[in-house]
């Protein structure tokens, strides 16, 4: 078996690999979902620049600070750190003179989980780290150690660092924003241990997006190239399966009450409205005063479990939108997999299975409308391909029976491209001339577009010669999957 190594993430490298070998203090912050990989992308910094300093990590548990200051001695002892010069601490502002200590004796301090420190009880801890940071920076050229910070919940984040009134405000000298690996390097990983054919591409990417994680966890347990039924059997359905318990675990434990039953409605309706939300919550509690604005409110800006779209060329004040659950991996656990998953004890696993693999393969319709647009923007961005964006026009269509999948443009050109994007060819040949209609109800709408060169397109992930054929006699270009991942490094 071929082994494993490390995807993407080069200009994260290039920027960590400038930060450590500036040979002075710093205080770098890394942000990204559960999972992302902001770990492992630390440790891989570290060893690709063959930094000889010591390194101290540690995980902050969500608890209370004697939990903390018992796993911060903990890692101490792990990190083997001599305790006649760091003496372990018992309360918090000696564990903030220990992590200064240390870095001021060269340490790299990586403290995983960050954001845990904006909880209640910690307000004493943050401001005894600002003066700490203060003390450091202003040695800082003396100061060979420096701190980095991981955290994986955004507002909690950016109440610790962005907030005005935070204690940690403006000391960040390096701020990385860790998101899903691009699709090239996800082809990478198929290309190595599997095969990167459309409709494994389509599969795995519409579980696991840009999650290195999860396609390590297939690999180390050999079905990454395997079929799909045997691939949902290992990873998700037997009793030591990797992701059995990994939205339980990482996502929806952070959640209370009706947040997991709002999060549930969204990822199974995807494009529902706030009316609908409510009717559907109001029929499960029985409650008909049921109010979900704070819910929806909290899922949107502080976890970025579920974004809202409004309709296209809506102003961004508007009342009417939709919503989508943003993570590739909880909505195909939360509408395709939970249910299946929870009733292994009682029904045939292959029934169960099957039954997972039939929701998400309707899924993957919404999914490839999200991977093409994707790939377009980062063809765009590499110089390949035959559309240079400058714009996508994206939202929902309010006016009746308009469905577009991708709305392309070229403002240098003045080029415009539609695009409908169907999982089985046979369906996009069936709606060439419905989709045509689409289009000149959007024309009609934003009539300057009429004057600029109008192009179709049919997507779906694998076309032959026969249907390439009949969509060109309809004047609209066939692309593939294969085509859309072509020379994309």
Known sequence: MKPWRFYGRNGQLETLAAILGRGRWFFAKVSGRRRIGKTTLIQHALQAVGSKQSVFYVQIPDSEPAGVISAVNDALETFCVPVDLHPRPTDVAQLVKTFEAMAEAGYILVLDEFQYFNRRGYEGFCSLLQGAVDRLAAKAARVKGGLMVLGSIYTEMMALFD?????LYNRVTDDIELTHLDIASVLAILRDHADASPRRLLFLWNLFEGVPKFYRDCYEQEVLGADRPALL????FGSSSPLRTEADNWFLRELRGRYDVVLKYVARNPGCMHHELVQAIRSVNGSPDTQIGGYLQTLIDKFRLVVRKLPVFARPEAKKGRYYVT??????????????????????????????????????????????????????????????????????????????????????????????????PSRLLADVNDFKGHVERFLQAKPKYRAWKIQYAGIAPDLDRGQRKILRRHDVIAQDLRDLTKNLK
Not at 163 to 167: I, L, S, V
């Open 163 to 167: 907030d005005r009134t935070a204690p």
């Open 233 to 236: 059997q290992r990873i998700f």
């Open 327 to 424: 993570d590739n991996f909880l909505r195909s656990w939360l509408a395709a997999l939970a249910n299946p998953v929870s009733a292994i004890a009682f029904r045939p696993v292959a029934q169960l299975v099957q039954e997972a693999d039939q929701k998400l393969e309707v899924a993957e319709g919404g999914a490839l409308e999200k991977l093409t647009g994707q790939l377009y923007e980062e063809r765009s961005r590499s110089g390949i391909g035959d559309f240079p964006l400058t714009q996508r026009i994206q939202g929902f269509w309010d006016k009746s029976g308009t469905e577009i999948d991708l709305v392309a443009v070229n403002e240098a050109q003045k080029t415009i491209r539609f695009g409908s994007c169907k999982r089985a």
